[in-house]
Structures are given as structure tokens and as C-alpha cells.
């Protein structure tokens, strides 16, 4: 499964470079801030969970990777402008220096407005798309909605509202379902809906990925805790001292750790519909849940 997951990094891999190369002209600088976040030794979590999905669904990779392509752009710009002093005010990403500390403010602004444009002329090059036009509109759309004020940017603003007091569980769930969670999700619905999943399929993979987005937001609070700085490449405690609402602060690192579990648990019954054809995503949410960093 390692391998398999390797490959798809790869491929993954070389169409982002493909999609965006470096430059020789007067505005280069944005195309290298691009490049230096989007290849800063991400997960490929969610374009991993979008070529995944297709395959499982019975369609091919080539007609997944371009909307698994564009999540990547739009979770790295959202990173970028995490980073930032107005928001999270990180110097350090994956171990490296934030996109905002290795160029400047504005260039960093410019270089997550740049890639979020660039995922959407990416989902909607038909001539290069392996889909008809109303898939990929559907797909496209799809990705829209999660990355939005209802979706992930909608999530960050309830993280900011939410810095000066103890938020509740379900405030901390409503949180990172858009936060996090619309993301992943963006990603399940784009590789089945560019297979051709059907109704009750796409429904499945919706719960899913909602699923494994809690799990994987909660397994990341209890790393923050729990976690190797030199292995998580970013400070340890860095919520805490940010006075992040977390769930490990609202349950207890021990109830924290159930959670997640149990919600991984519940992405993988999700998948039951499709048979084996489901092994290769049950192994990646298992080391996911497992992972240390």
C-alpha cells in the first residue's frame, strides 16, 4: 500500500510542477513562491483521497488529477495566508521558513491569490481534461463550494472569533467541518463525481471524508501536544501558546485520542459499499490516525 501510495505522490507531484513551472519574465518571483509552498513537503493528503476515490468508483486517474491538482493549490494557499502576521503569524512550515518569511508579506498574499486562481483555470482547461464539461462543472463547482465563506474560509473566520475564549465541543466540530473537513470532502466528491459515481455513492463518500476530516483535525491536536518538533517540523505546543481552542484542551488528551478513533472508525464504515475495491483508502485512514506528524 506504501508504494501504491508513493506513486500517486508522484504523479501527483509532476502535473502540480507541470502546472505550474517557473518563469523567465518580469513577475517570476510569484511562480517561485508558488513552487516553494506548494513543493514545501506537503501530505498529498487530499489529492491522494480524490485519484483514490476515482479509481474506486471505476474511473481512471487522468480524470481525477486535475481537480485533485486544484484542492492541492487551494490547501496551500489557504496555508500561505495561515502563516501570515494578520493570522497564525508562523516563521516555520514542515521545518522550512513560511512563504511570508522566505520572500515577503505582499509576495506571499499575491502567491496564495495566484494559486487559488490557478486551481480553477485548471479545473475548467477542457482541452485537457479527461471529463465532459458537465462533469467537470459539476466537479469544479464542488470545490468551489468547500473552499468558500460556507467551507473552508467560513471555518478560519469561526478560528479567529474564536481566539479569545474556550470553545465548546460542537463550536470546535462546526469549526473544523468547514475548516478542514470541506476540503477533504471537496476532494472524495471531485474524484467520484469524475468517475461517474452514482447518488448513493457520492452520499457515502461525502460521510467519509467528513469523518476522516474530524479525525485527522483531532489527530493533529493531540501531535501538537504529544508530538516530535523535529518530526512535526513546527513547534510543539504552538496551539496552546497561540491559545487555540483545541480538542485536546476541550476533552483531555486521552478522550481526544478516543475521538479520533471513533471518527476513523466511521470513515471506514462508510466505505463498505464498495467492497475491496476500499482497501487501499482503509489503509490510508489507518496511517493517518497513526501517524506522528
Known sequence: MKEILDNKIKVIDSALSSYIQRQDNPQSVIYEAMR?????????????????????????DEAALPFACAVEMIHTYS???????????????????????????????????????????????????????QTALKAARAV?????ADGMIGGQIVDIAGESKNMSGDELMYMHRLKTGALIKAAALAGGIAAGASREELARLEEFACSLGMAFQIQDDVLDVTGDEQILG???????KNKKSTYVKAYGLEQARKMAADFSGKAIDALDIFG????FLIWLVQMLINRIS
Open 36 to 60: 516553494y509552498s506548494l513543493f514545501a513537503g506537503g501530505k498529498r493528503l487530499r489529492p491522494v483521497i480524490a485519484m483514490a476515490v476515482c479509481e474506486m468508483c471505476g474511473g481512471r
Open 79 to 133: 496555508l500561505i495566508h495561515d502563516d501570515l502576521p494578520a493570522m497564525d503569524n508562523d516563521a516555520l512550515r514542515r521545518g522550512n521558513p513560511t512563504c511570508h518569511i522566505r520572500f515577503d508579506e505582499a509576495t506571499a498574499i499575491l502567491a496564495g491569490d495566484a494559486l487559488l486562481n490557478r486551481a480553477f483555470e485548471v479545473m475548467t482547461d477542457m482541452p485537457q481534461l479527461f471529463v465532459d464539461a
Open 144 to 148: 468551489a463550494c468547500a473552499a468558500g
Open 234 to 240: 513546527k513547534p510543539v505546543g504552538s496551539d496552546e
Open 276 to 279: 475491496e475495491k476500499a482497501g
